[in-house]
Every structure is written in structure tokens, then in C-alpha cells.
């Protein structure tokens, strides 16, 4: 079956130290994303990438990274420099990304809990 | 992408039909109105979407007012599993490509 897989599901992280998110889809799509879910919020972009080896920052992209080497795969990490990293982390792709009628579809998400 | 305003939760009772209303009344003619789902603690899905007309699938039907400044979820017949936040969300062409999430729906349905 197609979709998104993100691991691990949760994730612990010391002051200090800097983690890494995976995301991989086998759905072919070239456009991939990254949010942030706060408690009780909608999501909020973080990283967006919309074809191999080229990404551009969200609304929020202070204290984190991403890399994007091959279509199917968008990891994060998030650096010692995301003072309040602790929060649910979802990625999604979609088609192409600039199509008005694109559908994203979500991984199940990371929750990162800082120790 | 222009911004939509929904009711911070509603109640259902279940094998009811639901109608989650949305407004967005500063659409411009090119935005497509998104509905999304998310259970508890999972990544959002999609439901539906439409620019002009209604629009049904299996999971919902989307009726859409005719100078566009609302529209309306509606869920046949809720069952437990429907219990989730919805989001109305619009997109419009050649934006950066992510979604604008509110706050949504929450939506309950009781047994």
C-alpha cells in the first residue's frame, strides 16, 4: 500500500542534543512537508520541499533543518538552537505542491518529548 | 490564502446526519475549499473538496452557497469514528503549497 511512514512515533530528546525525524512516501509525489501540532492548535509549517534537493523554510523554521537527497525521503532535525521543541510533528506530501485541488496526505507523526 | 471561521466544537448523536458549517467570506474566485480530518493523536486526512459545485464521495458530501462565502460538511450519518477536529481550509494556486490550519471543529458524537 501507498502512504507516508514517520519514525519513530516517539522520540526523546536531552537539553542539548540534536534528533532526527524520518519521513519517507512511496506515493511518487515530489512536493513534501513539515509541521508542528501544539496542544490544542491547528499546524504550523515548519519546512517545505517541492522537488529533490531544494527546500525553503516555513513560518517557523528556527531551530530546525532538513535535508531532501532523494524524492522519497524529507527527514528533520531538530537542533539544540528549538528552545521549545516539545511538541506532535507531522509530515505530508502531495503531487507537485503548487496545484490549488492538491490533496496532502499525512504521516501518523512524531511526538518529541524533551527529558 | 484567505482565512475561514468555524464554530470551536459541536455535538452529534450517532446514526444522525451532521452539517459543519464554514465561512470564508474574503474567497477569491480561485480558491478551492479543503476539508480535513484528524482523530486523536493521528496525522490529518483528507475528506473533501470542491471550488464551485456540491460534492460528494464516500466519506462526506460538501455543499458549497452560491456566492461561495460558506459552505457546509456534511457527515450522513455519524458513527463514533467520526469524532475528530475538521478543518476548512482554502487553498489557492501557485502558493507555497502548504495547508493554512485554524483551530477547527472539534466534533463529538455520542452513542
Known amino acids: 500500500d501507498g502512504g507516508i511512514t514517520q519514525s519513530p512515533k516517539y522520540l526523546f530528546r536531552k537539553e542539548g542534543q540534536n534528533v532526527t525525524l524520518s519521513c519517507e512516501q512511496n506515493?511518487?509525489?515530489?512536493?513534501m512537508y513539515w509541521y508542528r501540532q501544539d496542544p490544542g492548535q491547528g499546524l504550523r509549517l515548519i519546512y517545505y520541499s517541492q522537488i529533490v534537493n531544494d527546500f525553503q523554510k516555513g513560518d517557523i523554521a528556527e531551530g530546525y533543518s532538513v535535508s531532501r537527497e532523494k524524492k522519497e525521503s524529507f527527514p528533520l532535525t531538530v537542533t539544540s538552537a528549538q528552545k521549545n521543541p516539545t511538541a506532535f510533528y507531522l509530515c505530508a506530501s502531495s503531487i507537485g505542491g503548487q496545484g490549488a485541488w492538491e490533496t496532502q496526505y499525512f504521516g501518523p507523526g512524531t511526538r518529541l518529548l524533551v527529558l | 490564502d484567505a482565512k475561514t471561521t468555524q464554530p470551536n466544537s459541536m455535538e452529534s448523536n450517532e446514526e444522525e446526519p451532521v452539517h459543519l458549517p464554514c465561512n470564508h467570506s474574503t474567497i477569491s474566485g480561485t480558491d478551492y475549499i479543503h476539508w480535513y480530518r484528524q482523530l486523536p493523536s493521528q496525522g490529518p486526512e483528507y475528506v473533501i473538496h470542491?471550488?464551485?459545485s456540491n460534492v460528494n464521495n464516500r466519506m462526506a458530501s460538501l455543499a458549497i452557497a452560491e456566492d461561495r462565502k460558506s459552505s457546509t460538511l456534511i457527515l450522513h450519518r455519524a458513527t463514533l469514528r467520526d469524532a475528530a477536529v475538521y478543518y476548512c481550509i482554502l487553498r489557492d494556486w501557485g502558493s507555497q503549497g502548504n495547508l493554512i490550519f485554524g483551530k477547527g471543529t472539534k466534533l463529538s458524537v455520542k452513542p
Open positions: 506515493l511518487n509525489h515530489d512536493a
Open positions: 470542491g471550488l464551485t
